[in-house]
């Protein structure tokens, strides 16, 4: 394989060794994204494995203002990835959860918040650390689509997410990228925000769709199952055929089902 | 202006449904959002300049007494009076008196949010002064009876059919009859309304977008010219500023200046900077008789300490409202209060009161475009989170997503709980949305259902598919 990092597959101690933060979603809903997120690692010469005792990062305590809740899930978080070399999660919202947020919840100098930071250094977004990281530069997928690409505000913002995905995706034979107005813009998922002010949602969700369609494209990609899940539920309650992937389900070549079709 | 800001959620929803607010907003959006960028985009030493901004105001604000005090001083000299108040309703005696000390009947006033804070013109209404807003924008919506629904284009929500409506119907009786459309036409209407009021106004009214310690002077920016008349023509001239304004030098004013005007309206430059630094002198050729200048806390010393001290480098440029996507949506009235958008999520909970204002830190994704786009680098999400944690923690947060949260969480923290609950909906909801794939309606899940599918589940969740692929490898 092309992206495979130049090691012999069984010195696995050379390797490095990641924990997968599978995330929330990806655990309850869709499991393909994980399955496709190990695939890429290990396509790239890493070590996977999934700590058993992790849940959710905690985000939803977090920015629903129970920040005891939030650090009481973090200690167990950070407890249960500390002995990788790097934890990676299929999502720029829940890598920025660790990376930005967890040190944050402890007061500096706490014995918590050296080992938060320590974590945070290592946790990074899944595309991101293929390409950056790992050095990864194409993959060996095809998937036939004319696809555009949302960027989710974490990964954008906190973990410098854009290029790279692109990029990756540019690699995959049978696919072409042509970008919407406004990529950057919000599609109005926010965690809890969306079934909070579902009327404010639905109007920022309306205005992505809007922006997907005039691109024409027949499949919408992106990095984070939350906006993906937002945006799919939308398109598919207002009878629009765009199909709805994770980024990472197509760099792996395992896309089949989009999200939120029925089984074919 | 009296805070209506707990009425969040029906004024956002009145707004989501105005048909003009939202042609007004997606005209003004990308006027605002890609004359910005140009403006940023032709000056490579931005971010450097934007770094030095944001540390004058730093530096100002550890040291605001001994700034405010030289100020104070300065101004004296000259023959100003600076005023302290603590509260809306300190300042707004403070300038009545200043009115009635005058004898003064008509008032011309400029562009100021702290007005609007300490509610200038309901007092001056009340106390039988004729107040006349001069900035195009303001003189609309006070036409109109309205809040600003923006800091810098106080009428932006309205449409030009809406305003030529207005001046047809408001300007009769200064004997202008026909309806006027275009934007020259209804510009030249106000202007020959407004001449004949700067001419005979007593006390001009202004904000000030700093107030400089080295020479006492207050500074507006505008681009009508209005603010000069405002200034220079009443016998008296009094200035509204919060004391977060100060800035050390004229140097320090004309950098922020730079960072200000391509953030505000995407100009290099406004088109009229005007300082103010005292009474006429003798040999003046004009100027006021009198000027005071009413220094407003109202709240900012008390965030001097606290963890929202860097909310207190905002220089009011509305960046983070024109690139707000709740904004867009809801309008700048859904707000409540004078400040609108992720600064007023901010500034409104700290200044009117969190029970309050309750919803608009939470009426929020935290996608934090503001903050991207912020020249003062202030954490506007940051600051959303922490009021979302004093709610939670002065028990404002509705007892059922409290309820809700405490549940979800009680599970997260026990991973075999967790899983043995999670996977059971996830099996219940993976066979109710097995034929379609995504469910159309979910009991207590309306807020998504309403007016998205769900995408259903897989069934087996990552975690107990992971746990057998593992045992098949052994
Ligand atoms: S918070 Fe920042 S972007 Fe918003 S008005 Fe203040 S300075 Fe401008």
């Given at each position: 394989m092309p992206n495979r990092v130049r090691q012999s597959p069984d010195d696995a101690t050379a390797r490095p060794r990641v924990g997968l933060l599978v995330t929330c979603l990806v655990d309850l809903f869709r499991p393909a994204v994980g399955f496709a997120a190990v695939r890429l690692l290990e396509d790239a010469g890493c070590v996977v494995d999934v700590p058993a005792v992790q849940t959710c990062c905690g985000q939803p305590a977090y920015n629903g203002g129970d920040s005891g809740n939030a650090r009481a899930i973090a200690k167990r978080t950070i407890e249960a990835f500390e002995p990788f070399d790097y934890v990676v999660a299929p999502s720029g919202s829940c890598a920025g959860m660790l990376r930005e947020h967890y040190p944050r919840l402890f007061p500096t100098g706490a014995g918590w918040h050296g080992r938060a930071q320590a974590l945070a250094e290592r946790t990074h977004e899944l595309v991101s650390f293929l390409a950056?990281?790992?050095?990864?530069?194409?993959?060996a997928a095809r998937f036939e689509a004319d696809a555009t690409y949302h960027d989710s505000c974490s990964g954008l913002r906190e973990m410098g997410v854009r290029g790279q995905p692109r990029r990756l995706l540019a690699s995959v034979g049978g696919l072409t990228v042509a970008e919407m107005r406004d990529?950057?813009?919000?599609?109005?998922?926010?965690g809890t925000f969306c079934v909070k002010y579902p009327e404010i949602s639905t109007r920022l969700v309306d205005e992505k769709c809007a922006k997907i369609l005039a691109t024409g494209a027949g499949v919408l990609l992106g990095g984070d199952l939350g906006c993906l899940m937002n945006i799919a539920g939308r398109l598919a309650r207002e009878s629009h055929p765009v199909r709805v992937f994770h980024v990472a389900e197509v760099l792996a070549g395992t896309?089949?089902?989009?999200?939120g079709e029925r089984g074919r | 202006m009296k805070s209506a800001a707990h009425d969040f959620p029906s004024r956002a929803r009145a707004g989501l449904q105005n048909p003009d607010l939202v042609r007004a907003m997606a005209r003004a959006r990308t006027g605002f959002i890609d004359k910005r960028r140009a403006a940023v985009d032709a000056l490579p030493e931005y971010p450097q300049l934007r770094r030095i901004a944001r540390e004058i105001k730093e530096h100002t604000l550890q040291h605001l007494d001994y700034y405010l005090e030289r100020f104070e001083a300065r101004v004296r000299e000259h023959g100003g009076h600076v005023h302290w108040a603590s509260t809306p309703a300190e300042a707004q005696a403070i300038v009545l008196d200043v009115c009635r000390a005058a004898g003064a009947k008509r008032i011309t006033k400029g562009k100021s949010m702290v007005g609007e804070e300490i509610a200038l013109n309901e007092a001056l209404e009340a106390a039988g002064f004729e107040p006349i807003e001069t900035d195009l924008g303001e003189y609309i919506i006070q036409l109109a009876n309205e809040p600003p629904?923006?800091?810098?284009?106080?009428?932006?929500?309205?449409?030009r059919d809406q305003i030529a409506d207005l001046f047809h119907a408001r300007h009769a009786q200064y004997g202008l009859h026909e309806r006027r459309t275009e934007p020259t036409a209804l510009v030249g209407e106000a202007r020959t309304v407004l001449r004949e009021k700067f001419q005979t106004a007593d006390v001009g009214i202004t904000g000030a977008n700093f107030l400089v310690a080295e020479t006492g002077s207050s500074v507006i920016v505008t681009n009508e010219g209005n603010g000069d008349l405002t200034n220079t023509l009443p016998r008296v001239h009094v200035v509204t500023a919060g004391i977060e304004k100060v800035v050390p030098t004229l140097e320090d004013m004309s950098t922020i200046l730079r960072v200000l005007a391509r953030n505000a309206t995407g100009q290099e430059a406004s088109a009229y900077t005007t300082l103010s630094s005292g009474p006429r002198r003798a040999g003046d050729l004009d100027g006021p008789g009198e000027y005071h200048v009413v220094l407003l806390d109202n709240g900012r010393s008390q965030m001097l300490g606290n963890e929202f001290h860097e909310m207190l480098r905002c220089i009011r440029c509305g960046a983070c409202m024109n690139h707000c996507p709740v904004y867009h949506a809801v309008g700048g009235h859904a707000y409540g209060w004078v400040y609108v958008g992720p600064m007023g999520s901010v500034l409104t909970p700290l200044m009117v009161g969190l029970d309050e204002a309750r919803d608009l830190p939470n009426a929020c994704t935290l996608n934090g475009r503001c903050r991207e786009v912020c020249p003062m680098e202030i954490p506007l999400s940051d600051m959303i989170r922490k009021l979302r944690e004093r709610e939670f923690d002065e028990r404002l947060t509705p007892p059922r997503t409290r309820l809700g949260l405490r549940a979800w969480a009680f599970a997260a923290r026990r991973p075999a709980l967790y899983r043995f609950v999670t996977s059971l909906a996830m099996r219940v909801l993976g066979l109710l949305g097995r034929r379609r794939g995504r469910l159309r309606r979910l009991p207590l899940a309306g807020g998504w259902t309403g007016t998205r599918d769900l995408p259903a589940p897989a069934g087996e969740t990552f975690m107990a598919a992971w746990a057998k692929r593992r045992v098949e490898k052994r």
């Amino acid at each position: 394989m092309p992206n495979r990092v130049r090691q012999s597959p069984d010195d696995a101690t050379a390797r490095p060794r990641v924990g997968l933060l599978v995330t929330c979603l990806v655990d309850l809903f869709r499991p393909a994204v994980g399955f496709a997120a190990v695939r890429l690692l290990e396509d790239a010469g890493c070590v996977v494995d999934v700590p058993a005792v992790q849940t959710c990062c905690g985000q939803p305590a977090y920015n629903g203002g129970d920040s005891g809740n939030a650090r009481a899930i973090a200690k167990r978080t950070i407890e249960a990835f500390e002995p990788f070399d790097y934890v990676v999660a299929p999502s720029g919202s829940c890598a920025g959860m660790l990376r930005e947020h967890y040190p944050r919840l402890f007061p500096t100098g706490a014995g918590w918040h050296g080992r938060a930071q320590a974590l945070a250094e290592r946790t990074h977004e899944l595309v991101s650390f293929l390409a950056d990281v790992l050095g990864v530069r194409e993959v060996a997928a095809r998937f036939e689509a004319d696809a555009t690409y949302h960027d989710s505000c974490s990964g954008l913002r906190e973990m410098g997410v854009r290029g790279q995905p692109r990029r990756l995706l540019a690699s995959v034979g049978g696919l072409t990228v042509a970008e919407m107005r406004d990529s950057d813009a919000c599609c109005g998922f926010g965690g809890t925000f969306c079934v909070k002010y579902p009327e404010i949602s639905t109007r920022l969700v309306d205005e992505k769709c809007a922006k997907i369609l005039a691109t024409g494209a027949g499949v919408l990609l992106g990095g984070d199952l939350g906006c993906l899940m937002n945006i799919a539920g939308r398109l598919a309650r207002e009878s629009h055929p765009v199909r709805v992937f994770h980024v990472a389900e197509v760099l792996a070549g395992t896309a089949g089902r989009g999200i939120g079709e029925r089984g074919r | 202006m009296k805070s209506a800001a707990h009425d969040f959620p029906s004024r956002a929803r009145a707004g989501l449904q105005n048909p003009d607010l939202v042609r007004a907003m997606a005209r003004a959006r990308t006027g605002f959002i890609d004359k910005r960028r140009a403006a940023v985009d032709a000056l490579p030493e931005y971010p450097q300049l934007r770094r030095i901004a944001r540390e004058i105001k730093e530096h100002t604000l550890q040291h605001l007494d001994y700034y405010l005090e030289r100020f104070e001083a300065r101004v004296r000299e000259h023959g100003g009076h600076v005023h302290w108040a603590s509260t809306p309703a300190e300042a707004q005696a403070i300038v009545l008196d200043v009115c009635r000390a005058a004898g003064a009947k008509r008032i011309t006033k400029g562009k100021s949010m702290v007005g609007e804070e300490i509610a200038l013109n309901e007092a001056l209404e009340a106390a039988g002064f004729e107040p006349i807003e001069t900035d195009l924008g303001e003189y609309i919506i006070q036409l109109a009876n309205e809040p600003p629904s923006h800091i810098i284009a106080p009428a932006i929500h309205k449409t030009r059919d809406q305003i030529a409506d207005l001046f047809h119907a408001r300007h009769a009786q200064y004997g202008l009859h026909e309806r006027r459309t275009e934007p020259t036409a209804l510009v030249g209407e106000a202007r020959t309304v407004l001449r004949e009021k700067f001419q005979t106004a007593d006390v001009g009214i202004t904000g000030a977008n700093f107030l400089v310690a080295e020479t006492g002077s207050s500074v507006i920016v505008t681009n009508e010219g209005n603010g000069d008349l405002t200034n220079t023509l009443p016998r008296v001239h009094v200035v509204t500023a919060g004391i977060e304004k100060v800035v050390p030098t004229l140097e320090d004013m004309s950098t922020i200046l730079r960072v200000l005007a391509r953030n505000a309206t995407g100009q290099e430059a406004s088109a009229y900077t005007t300082l103010s630094s005292g009474p006429r002198r003798a040999g003046d050729l004009d100027g006021p008789g009198e000027y005071h200048v009413v220094l407003l806390d109202n709240g900012r010393s008390q965030m001097l300490g606290n963890e929202f001290h860097e909310m207190l480098r905002c220089i009011r440029c509305g960046a983070c409202m024109n690139h707000c996507p709740v904004y867009h949506a809801v309008g700048g009235h859904a707000y409540g209060w004078v400040y609108v958008g992720p600064m007023g999520s901010v500034l409104t909970p700290l200044m009117v009161g969190l029970d309050e204002a309750r919803d608009l830190p939470n009426a929020c994704t935290l996608n934090g475009r503001c903050r991207e786009v912020c020249p003062m680098e202030i954490p506007l999400s940051d600051m959303i989170r922490k009021l979302r944690e004093r709610e939670f923690d002065e028990r404002l947060t509705p007892p059922r997503t409290r309820l809700g949260l405490r549940a979800w969480a009680f599970a997260a923290r026990r991973p075999a709980l967790y899983r043995f609950v999670t996977s059971l909906a996830m099996r219940v909801l993976g066979l109710l949305g097995r034929r379609r794939g995504r469910l159309r309606r979910l009991p207590l899940a309306g807020g998504w259902t309403g007016t998205r599918d769900l995408p259903a589940p897989a069934g087996e969740t990552f975690m107990a598919a992971w746990a057998k692929r593992r045992v098949e490898k052994r």
